[in-house]
């Protein structure tokens, strides 16, 4: 039977509380959606962060847990099977979480389907999208002359912005009328993008009506405004 310590990430993170999830992360977009899933389904867990600066990402030991050297990743010590189980990607950690707590997912199979739709969206569309723009408006734009890749990822993440503009003005969160694992997988990137990206001008935010008001009701709710901050910074 697989315990927590079997997992050799744990000798550079030892767990302090054994019995708990394990939590692997930093508090970008991708790290926020995981602890804001933990805090909102009063899962018990203990996070540790993995520091960028000191490439704790590449370290043989996080490897061991994610090939794919990326946060978030999980270890729940009580997972299926009443093993110990590691899993990495954030979208298949809040469908995990989802599962194991009961919450943010519906058992009606439309329903559930239509939230998972989102959850891809996210993971497919806006996430790499939203991170593409970032680099290209923060980081690398003023200095590349041929503007035509910054502008490729500009249009595309309006156009993404507008599909979840279309369906905000027909529900009050991005798969109906409830909050779910798909609103988690979203709001910490429309957060970062007039945030941590500065680009809610180049993106004209503030003409997404609808967007703008559903991003105000999921960033005040208390496990979302505790979770920006998980696991805490050095």
């Known amino acids: 039977m697989t315990k927590l310590s079997d997992f050799p990430i744990t000798k550079k993170w030892p767990a302090q509380h054994a019995d708990r999830i394990q939590l692997y992360s930093l508090p970008t977009p991708n790290g926020i959606k995981v602890s804001a899933m933990l805090e909102e389904t009063g899962l018990e867990y203990e996070p540790h962060l993995v520091n960028f600066g000191t490439d704790d990402?590449?370290?043989?030991?996080?490897?061991?847990?994610?090939?794919?050297?990326?946060?978030?990743?999980?270890?729940?010590?009580?997972?299926?099977?009443?093993?110990?189980?590691?899993?990495?990607?954030?979208?298949a950690i809040l469908v995990y979480l989802a599962e194991k707590s009961g919450k943010l997912l519906s058992n009606d199979p439309v329903k559930r389907h239509e939230t998972i739709q989102w959850l891809m969206f996210q993971m497919g569309g806006a996430g790499p999208i939203f991170g593409q723009f970032g680099f290209f408006h923060k980081f690398a734009g003023k200095e590349i002359e041929d503007k035509r890749p910054y502008e490729r990822y500009q249009n595309e993440s309006k156009r993404l912005i507008g599909v979840m503009e279309t369906q905000l003005k027909?529900?009050?969160?991005?798969?109906?009328?409830?909050y779910s694992i798909a609103d988690i997988a979203l709001w910490p990137w429309l957060r970062n993008l007039g945030g941590f990206y500065e680009a809610t001008e180049a993106l004209e935010l503030d003409k997404f009506e609808a967007?703008?008001?559903?991003?105000?009701?999921?960033?005040?709710?208390?496990a979302s405004q505790k979770s920006v901050n998980i696991p805490a910074r050095d």
Do not use: H
């Open 211 to 222: 967007v703008m008001a559903w991003q105000e009701r999921c960033t005040t709710r208390p």
């Open 57 to 91: 990402q590449l370290s043989p030991e996080f490897i061991s847990l994610n090939p794919n050297n990326k946060i978030p990743a999980i270890i729940d010590p009580n997972g299926p099977n009443r093993e110990a189980f590691g899993l990495w990607e954030s979208g």
């Open 170 to 178: 027909k529900s009050e969160y991005i798969a109906g009328d409830e």
